[in-house]
Nanobody, 120 residues
Framework: QVQLVESGGGLVQAGGSLRLSCAAS????????MGWYRQAPGKQRELVGD???????NYADSVKGRFTISRDNAKNTVYLQMNSLKPEDTAVYYC??????????????WGQGTQVTVSS
C-alpha cells in the first residue's frame, strides 16, 4: 500500500502562484510515475501532468508553461508549482501514484485532494 498526503492548496488571486506538495509513504518501491489531477465542479477529473521515476515530465496543454512538476526523492515528495494562475484553474487537486507498463499508465493510489481557488 502507498499513502499520499497533499498539502499547499488555498485561495489566491489570478496571476498568483501556489505550490502543492504530495508526500508518499509505504510501498513506494513499486511506483514508477506520480501524477497530478484536478477536478472542477461539474467537470470530469483531468490529468494536469505527471513525472516518472526518471524525472521525465508531461503536462496538459492548458497548463504548459505555467505549471511545473518536480520531485525530491530523498523526501519521497512530489511538487506542483503553479504560476500565473487563472480562475479556470480552480479545482480540487489530487496526487496519484502508479505504474507505467507497456506504455500504459495506471494509477493505483490517490491522495485526499486539496482545494485550489483562484479569484478573478
Amino acid at each position: 500500500q502507498v499513502q499520499l498526503v497533499e498539502s499547499g492548496g488555498g485561495l489566491v488571486q489570478a496571476g498568483g502562484s501556489l505550490r502543492l506538495s504530495c508526500a508518499a509513504s509505504g510501498s513506494i518501491f513499486s511506483i514508477t510515475v506520480m501524477g497530478w489531477y484536478r477536478q472542477a465542479p461539474g467537470k470530469q477529473r483531468e490529468l494536469v501532468g505527471d513525472i516518472t521515476s526518471g524525472g521525465s515530465t508531461n503536462y496538459a496543454d492548458s497548463v504548459k508553461g505555467r505549471f511545473t512538476i518536480s520531485r525530491d526523492n530523498a523526501k519521497n515528495t512530489v511538487y506542483l508549482q503553479m504560476n500565473s494562475l487563472k480562475p479556470e484553474d480552480t479545482a480540487v487537486y489530487y496526487c496519484a501514484a502508479g505504474r507505467t507498463t507497456w506504455g500504459r499508465t495506471q494509477y493505483d493510489y490517490w491522495g485526499q485532494g486539496t482545494q485550489v481557488t483562484v479569484s478573478s
